[in-house]
């Protein structure tokens, strides 16, 4: 049998939110790639070896799985999410070229239901019109980018929404971006925090940009920035169909 390579979104959290795409992929797998919290979300079985690993080690990663898929294995690369946001899909593109016989392998991305569309199916529709998605890591890019992408985002009304918004290791940074959009939207803006959407310990706030404090958010949390027409209808938010 020849070998494959899949890299698969596992969703937010929930395993009803698997697509059954991924299902099918697991379940004929070999062997299972990925950030270690992330393979743990797979169960074990008899005839799959679970790779787990570090998050620095993306293009590593990458390429053991093209290395076993080219010996005839059929491996998964597991993300959060989506593959393709924020995650393992482009390290694979990456590294596929520094061997010519791994262009020729069957590679595929299967699609997960990304953080940001769990959270705003969670508030309501916030990201009902144009809205964009920005890393606030700068472990891939320097911060100059991130604010200068931030500040045209806002001055532009999209809604926007934010991943990898604060940790341990940058505490600073998110509040620095909270300062930007309160000079850019005002106070009155809407702001989502989602944390672990979809698991035991999800967590719904919904403030404006006066009540929002850094310490709101954490790595588990995805934040959604409403643009100057999203509103709240009771408990749910939405950003209407049009433009004014
Ligand atoms: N590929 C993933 C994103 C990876 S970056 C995806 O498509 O969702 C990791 C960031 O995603 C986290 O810092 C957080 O901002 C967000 N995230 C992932 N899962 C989440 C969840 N269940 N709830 C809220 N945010 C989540």
Known sequence: MSGWLAIAGLGPGD???????????????TDVLGYAPYVARVAAREGLSLHGSDNREELDRARHALRLAARGRRAVIVSSGDPGVFAMAAAVFEVLEEQPEWLALEVRVLPGITAMLAAAAKAGAPL????????????????????????????????????????????????????????????????????A???????????????AVPEMADM??????G????????????TPRAAP
Request: with cysteine.
């Open 220 to 225: 588990r949390t995805v934040v959604l920035v």
């Open 128 to 195: 009902g019109h144009d809205f964009c998605a920005i890393n606030l890591s700068d472990n891939l890019k320097p911060w100059a980018v991130i604010e200068k992408r931030l500040r045209l985002a806002a001055k532009a009304d999209f809604a926007m929404a934010f991943y990898n918004p604060r940790s341990r290791a940058r505490p600073d940074g998110f509040a620095r971006v909270l300062d930007v959009l309160r000079e850019e939207c005002g106070p009155e803006r809407l702001v989502m925090f989602a944390r």
């Open 197 to 211: 959407v979809s698991t035991k310990d999800e967590r719904m706030t919904a403030v404006t940009l006066a009540e």
């Open 227 to 238: 643009n100057s027409q999203t509103r709240a209808a009771g408990r749910f938010i939405y």
């Open 15 to 29: 395993a009803a939110l698997i697509t059954p795409e991924v299902s099918a992929a697991l379940a004929t797998a």
